[in-house]
């Protein structure tokens, strides 16, 4: 007896070849990013396609599919592991749907795979031409890992944890483009990296919540996991505040934008992470509160600087921490703590005599004024744990032999080893911190390309860096770069001359770099196809 169906517009062509080559064809011209798809009762979703029954009579009947190719499925990140087999593999075909409970942990993800595919989604039980799509409980690889399994005439991708099961989707949604359809056979992977992202400088140069979107739709398709957003700096403050609107720039995101930005990132597993850098870095909160300003003995202004000798400097940096800190519900908060201007100075202790004395007064007689932004940088990472976030800082504001230490659960994101004063990273590795990787020799793309930058290339990063090359071209120690110690990178664009390109620039600019990127933080082994056919796929991936 036949499972009960419904009548879809693919149901009704099911059984034309015309319908079958129309699906194929509109399925490889591009994959709109249309959520929609129809719905069935809900379902258990835990069945195997081996346990799955095919639909009888005329509606359930699948329509043929010409074989795809033996192989291993072309994507970007390429795949840690996977084993081909013989049989016909799948490829989208009239009738096809995606399975899973359609109102279950897994009902988004169904839904964003069947509208770039342009399938129907239901309830299942899933028959010969459809993807299911099921979480497993302690199933190898961690809720980011998944299995993709190819056999006879369906595809079934299951993880421990969503995330894994859209990356599923995406090894899938890549492999259609690439070659048609999911060759026959068994994916296994799982990224080695946990941290895996894009850092945007929304603060020097404005940038729209659409185009942000579109960077975190390219970010999904590349499997990164991690945006952050550095919104506050000398030039802009580019988010709404409730807490001090005086220093909100006038071109900036409303809260509700932002939201809506977070809404997507949630939906792709992205993480965002918001970056309030302070006491440097400071002049957009500064040109309300010229007060606070930073200045040396000789009424030099210091820029960007706070005087963090000044109570009311704290109080209003803490009270953004704590209302952006409601905003974002990501588990992380960076506080900057880089490049503060009394200490890229030769004497410190000379130029900033008041800061000396506050840090001897609070810290003791062998205290300097390191160990005054040290402790700014701890109370500041006090705030954001009491709000429920772990902090980051910069590695240029961990500094040594003073009498104050940064705290230890405080994550070092090193960039560079060109500052005054500047630590090896092994230095960090050796106190038992995490560093995450922002090589600036490697991975800074600096508007306007000052101070010797030049625009990275994803060539150089694809053929040259890895996650334990840390600062220049050096790699860390092997006992100390695995991913317990470095758990990933992210890619920088810092808009330091705002006007050298356009956001349309930028976005094509840092399109390669990031994908290559995202293959080193997935896979930090030595790439095995060459640079031209990795860019060139990537290219024809584009959805």
């Not at 060539?459 to 220049?472: C, D």
Request: with cysteine.
């Amino acid at each position: 007896m036949g499972l009960p169906f419904r009548f879809t517009r693919a149901a009704v062509v099911r059984g034309t070849v015309a319908g079958v080559t129309l699906a194929v064809a509109m399925t490889l011209m591009g994959c709109p990013r249309d959520d929609s798809g129809s719905t069935a009762p809900t379902r258990d979703d835990s069945r195997s396609p081996e346990a799955s029954r095919t639909t009888g009579g005329s509606a359930g009947t699948p329509a043929r599919r010409a074989p795809v190719p033996a192989g291993i499925p072309r994507t970007v990140p390429a795949l840690r592991s996977a084993a081909g087999a013989a049989g016909p593999g799948w490829r989208p075909a009239a009738g096809a749907r995606v399975v899973t409970d359609t109102a279950g942990p897994l009902a988004d993800e169904a839904n964003r795979l069947a509208g770039e595919l342009k399938l129907a989604t239901a309830a299942g039980p899933a028959r010969d031409g459809d993807i299911e799509l099921a979480l497993r409980s302690g199933q190898r690889g961690g809720p980011e890992g998944y299995e993709l399994t190819a056999r006879n005439g369906k595809v079934l991708i299951t993880s421990d944890g969503e995330p894994g099961v859209f990356y599923g989707t995406r090894t899938l949604l890549q492999a259609v483009r690439s070659g048609g359809g999911v060759p026959e056979g068994v994916v296994r992977d799982s990224p080695d990296r946990a941290q895996r992202g894009l850092n945007l400088d929304i603060a020097r140069k404005h940038f729209t919540a659409g185009w942000i979107e579109d960077r975190l739709r390219e970010m999904g398709d590349l499997k990164l996991n991690q945006l952050g957003l550095h919104f506050s700096d000398d030039q802009g403050f580019r988010i709404e505040s409730e807490s001090h609107p005086e220093v909100v720039s006038p071109q900036h995101l409303t809260k509700a934008e932002v939201r809506r930005i977070l809404a997507l990132a949630s939906s792709l597993h992205i993480t965002v992470v918001p970056e309030i850098d302070s006491p440097g870095h400071l002049g957009a909160v500064m040109k309300a509160h010229p007060g606070l300003q930073l200045t040396n003995t000789a009424g030099t202004a210091s820029r960007g600087a706070v005087d963090i000798a000044d109570p009311g400097a704290a109080r209003i940096v803490d009270d953004l921490l704590r209302e952006y800190a409601q905003l974002f519900p990501g588990p992380w908060f960076h506080l900057g703590a880089d490049e503060y201007r009394a200490l890229t100075v030769k004497d410190p202790e000379a130029s900033y005599p008041r800061l000396a004395a506050l840090a001897r007064q609070k810290y003791g007689a062998e205290a300097g004024v390191q160990d005054l932004a040290t402790g700014w940088l701890n109370d500041r990472a006090a705030v954001v744990r009491a709000a429920g976030k772990r902090p980051k800082a910069w590695n240029d504001g961990f500094f040594r032999g003073g009498v104050v230490t940064a705290d230890k659960d405080i994550e070092v994101e090193y960039w560079t080893g060109k500052e005054l004063g500047a630590r090896d990273p092994q230095e960090y590795l050796n106190e038992g911190r995490t560093v995450v990787n922002l090589n600036d020799e490697y991975l800074y793309y600096v508007l306007g390309e000052p101070n010797q930058f030049r625009y990275p290339t994803g060539q150089r990063i694809y053929e040259e860096w890895s996650p334990a090359v840390l600062r220049g071209s050096k790699a860390a120690p092997r006992n100390l770069a695995g991913p317990d110690r470095i758990p990933g990178g992210r890619f920088a664009v810092w808009c330091d001359r705002p006007d050298a390109q356009t956001a349309q620039q930028v976005a094509d600019g840092i399109r390669l770099p990031l994908a290559a990127t995202a293959q080193r933080l997935w896979d930090p082994r030595p790439p095995t196809r060459s640079w031209q056919d990795f860019s060139g796929l990537a290219g024809r991936l584009r959805g």
